[in-house]
């Protein structure tokens, strides 16, 4: 049979969250990709379904933000989970531990983390599972351009100095096809081929146990007596478990009260998972919950194996580990696809540089730098969530960091940012005042009418955020553009016939002079803050240092 040849600049392996990401991503900078999924469709389980503010944010600059919110049910404040007779599109955000379903008045608030993140954030966390998600990615990512092929494997890659090669096998015809790329990126999952082909290895607590995933479908409703929650785990001596408020799976229509998820350890040394038969899962379940008379269908059962490892490394020479593949831990807190989309966010406007001409290689060195101390401290939080949901000891309670601060206040040290070295990813609380190495401060301003957040304006490329009198910046990054071919824009805020801020909220929040400036990189992240315009005439040079790309010509006089 003969074999096709294609030539790409970025290959995709997985089609999961992050590669579906990664590829939605990628065509929004420009850059062509093509996508394998082992796997004939997108998912049809329902699972990974808190959306962080932060993730909203990227979604939100893809255009998707209402899309996510019109197929999502609605999550509402963690408080209210207590209310009767609540409705069946509404979730309370909160994680409960209670000694059984009917005890559950009594239940002990594990973990409620706020809705009302408006001075974080110009979105909000939204609770929309992976069945539903997954689709909204790859219909954007093929509207632009992305070639998604599902059923299809890769078969074998090497790299090279110049790119990698990889054989992939469509599984229905069996065709193989050769595809050269300059760049592969390998979001294929906790076992990732890729990444043991490579011999890269892991570090962390390892393995945590095997665990089974039930779907079913029972009548909790007198019992729950119209309670809601998103989790709830279910202590019992005899059969410990987590209970998962349910979804409605993107093929329905309505959602379903009738349907849970039910999650659990066991030995497979004992037992092997296929020992765990619809009657002996409900067996489980009628005890988990404290309810032997409880009518159970079992709709699937199906086993994982939960962990917490992160990659030694998230680079080789032309290969980046990404979601899964980089990073796995426990699914306590909602992190794990979050950081899955943040890491392809966070590489895909590095590759489009690279390859646009406008950033020197060297940058791409910057993605491990970034997101793999942060990819770590986030499976730690994971870890330590997951510890204390049946142990709520000082020394853990420390340890914790609130869950906005995780998935929104971290922060990055690189050499694509003109900044301090911080010790620890995640700091103890919220300093997103324009410091370098964070995301840009979410602040609203008025555009022709309307408002806008600082955090949508940097999508397609850099941006200067002057100060009021910060109007020598204007002219330093259009002169540095026209230099440079970066793609640097500049709005002063305040300026007439731009964005406006009545109440200098912008200045009150960063702490700025009134002709400082905050340079901005196209994932949002600050790279340089100037307190005054008398460095403006540095700007040139703090681009090519954090783009790792040679000197231009400066400007004269």
């Known amino acids: ?255 379903d009260e009738e349907r849970w998820i039910f999650g659990f350890f066991y030995d497979p040394r004992e037992s092997a998972a296929e020992d765990f038969t619809p009657e002996h899962c409900a067996r489980i379940i009628r005890t988990a919950t404290g309810l032997p008379d409880l009518a159970v269908e079992v709709e699937m059962a199906r086993p994982w194996e939960m962990s917490h490892n992160v990659a030694q490394t998230y680079r080789t020479r032309r290969v980046f580990l990404a979601g899964d593949a980089a990073h796995v831990h426990p699914p306590a807190g909602a992190f794990g696809a979050n950081g899955g989309i943040q890491d392809a966010h966070n590489l895909a406007w590095k590759l489009s540089a690279v390859l646009g001409g406008w950033a020197g290689e060297g940058l791409l060195d910057s993605y491990e730098a970034e997101r793999l101390p942060v990819g770590s401290a986030v499976a730690d939080q994971a870890w330590i969530r997951h510890i204390w949901r049946l142990n709520d000891s000082p020394e853990l309670q420390r340890a914790l960091r609130e869950s906005t601060l995780v998935s929104t206040g971290y922060r990055y040290t690189s050499g694509a940012i003109e900044g301090p070295v911080y010790d620890e990813p995640i700091p103890s609380e919220h300093e997103l005042t324009g410091r370098p190495g964070y995301r840009v401060p979410h602040v609203w301003l008025e555009h022709t009418g309307r408002k806008v957040s600082t955090v949508d304006l940097s999508e397609s490329g850099y941006v200067l955020l002057a100060a009021p009198d910060g109007g020598a910046w204007a002219g330093a990054a259009e002169s540095v553009a026209a230099r440079t071919g970066i793609p640097l824009a500049c709005h002063v805020i305040g300026e007439t016939g731009g964005y406006s801020d009545p109440d200098d909220s912008f200045g009150r929040t960063t702490g700025l002079s009134p002709d400082g400036a905050l340079l901005v990189r196209p994932d949002g992240f600050v790279a340089w803050r100037a307190e005054d315009s008398t460095v403006a005439g540095l700007l040139q040079e703090v681009l090519e240092r954090t783009l790792a790309r040679p000197a231009s010509p400066r400007a004269e006089g």
């Open 1 to 255: 049979m003969q074999q096709n040849e294609e030539q790409v600049p970025v290959l995709i392996v997985g089609g999961g969250l992050t590669g579906l990401s990664a590829a939605l991503f990628l065509r929004r900078h420009g850059v062509h990709c093509l996508l394998v999924e082992r796997h004939a469709s997108t998912t049809l389980l329902t699972r990974a379904s808190g959306i962080s503010s932060r993730t909203m944010e990227l979604l939100r600059d893809a255009g998707l933000e209402q899309t996510v919110i019109d197929r999502a049910p609605k999550l509402i404040d963690g408080h209210r989970w207590r209310e009767l007779g609540q409705p069946a599109d509404q979730i309370p955000w909160v994680v409960l531990r209670s000694n059984g379903v009917a005890d559950l008045a009594n239940a002990v608030i594990v973990e409620e983390p706020s809705l009302d993140v408006s001075r974080l954030s110009p979105t909000r966390p939204y609770w929309c599972g992976q069945d539903r998600l997954e689709p909204i990615l790859r219909d954007e990512a093929v509207r632009l351009g992305a070639d998604i092929r599902f059923n299809t494997a890769l078969e074998s890659f090497t790299e090279d100095e110049n790119g990698a090669t990889a054989v992939v096998v469509d599984r229905a015809t069996g065709a193989r096809t050769t595809v050269r790329a300059d760049y592969l990126i390998a979001a294929d999952g906790v076992r990732s081929p890729v990444r043991e082909a490579l011999g890269i290895t892991r570090k962390g607590n390892g393995p945590l146990g095997s665990a089974m995933s039930v779907l079913f479908r029972s009548d909790l409703g007198n019992a729950l007596q119209g309670r809601r929650f998103v989790i709830c785990y279910l202590p019992n001596p005899d059969e410990p478990g987590v209970l998962q408020m349910p979804e409605v799976p993107a093929v329905l229509q309505l959602f």
